[in-house]
């Protein structure tokens, strides 16, 4: 079966510079959640879209921006990269906001030196 | 405030042994409570997801229990496999007033080591 996918796995950036990590949900589901997930911690929610409108808004820093386009994948744009936006970046997907179970997808490591 | 507690912080069983890890909640008002394994470096894997109304969820050698009087849950890994070496996370989704799912609440996990 289709799974989250995510790209790029693998991304390392100087400071200052920006990113854009993608999102390509399981086929048919509408929603899209971002978590940050630094090391030893547990996963912390960053925005969330539901057809292709922001649909909640966690701990996402300003300098973070993100969007669902019309094929429901996602975007997530960092810019002024800063070291301690090193982390996993994970990627859920659902169908619906109410209660539906999220997949996860294998998540982007981002290492900022 | 919601929170998600987790027992032990860390596990290590032989292989073929049972283990059984705890979850303690206070999220309220809650829409379902998740389990999942998280190999280190990759994305959070689902176990079992379970409503306030269901107190048992099995899912081949996972078992999770639910208690939604005393805000508790378990899993329950049955003849443990070296492939079973992961972080096992416990997640509550709160309801939102309007119904719909609101952020999920993680617990910090339990590392469970199995070793031959």
């Known amino acids: 079966a289709a799974g989250v996918i995510q790209s790029p796995r693998h991304l390392i950036k100087e400071k200052r510079e920006t990113a854009t990590l993608k999102c390509y949900p399981i086929?048919?589901?509408?929603?899209v959640y971002w978590y940050q997930q630094g090391p030893g911690q547990d996963p912390q929610f960053l925005i969330s879209f539901y057809e292709k409108m922001q649909s909640d808004k966690g701990s996402i820093p300003d300098r973070f921006s993100a969007q669902q386009f019309s094929d429901y994948h996602s975007e997530l744009n960092m810019s002024s990269l800063e070291l301690g936006d090193s982390a996993l970046y994970f990627c859920?997907?659902?169908?619906?906001?109410?209660?539906?179970?999220?997949?996860f997808g294998p998540g982007t490591r981002l290492t900022v030196l | 405030k919601n929170q998600v507690e987790q027992s032990p912080q860390s596990l290590i069983i032989l292989e073929g042994k049972n283990c059984t890890l705890q979850c303690n909640y206070t999220v309220s008002p809650f829409s379902n409570l998740r389990w999942y394994k998280q190999d280190t470096g990759r994305g959070p894997v689902s176990l079992t997801i379970?409503?306030?109304?269901?107190n048992t969820k099995s899912n081949g050698r996972y078992t999770a229990t639910l208690d939604a009087d005393t805000k508790q849950s378990s899993l329950h890994i049955t003849a443990s496999q070296l492939s079973d070496s992961a972080s096992y996370i416990c997640?509550?989704?709160?309801?939102?007033?309007?119904?719909?799912?609101?952020?999920?609440?993680f617990g910090k996990g339990t590392k469970l080591s199995v070793k031959p």
């Open positions: 859920a997907s659902s169908y619906g906001t109410s209660g539906g179970e999220q997949f």
């Open positions: 997640v509550v989704s709160p309801k939102n007033y309007g119904g719909s799912q609101g952020n999920l609440i």
């Open positions: 379970m409503t306030f109304s269901e």
């Open positions: 086929p048919r589901h509408d929603t």
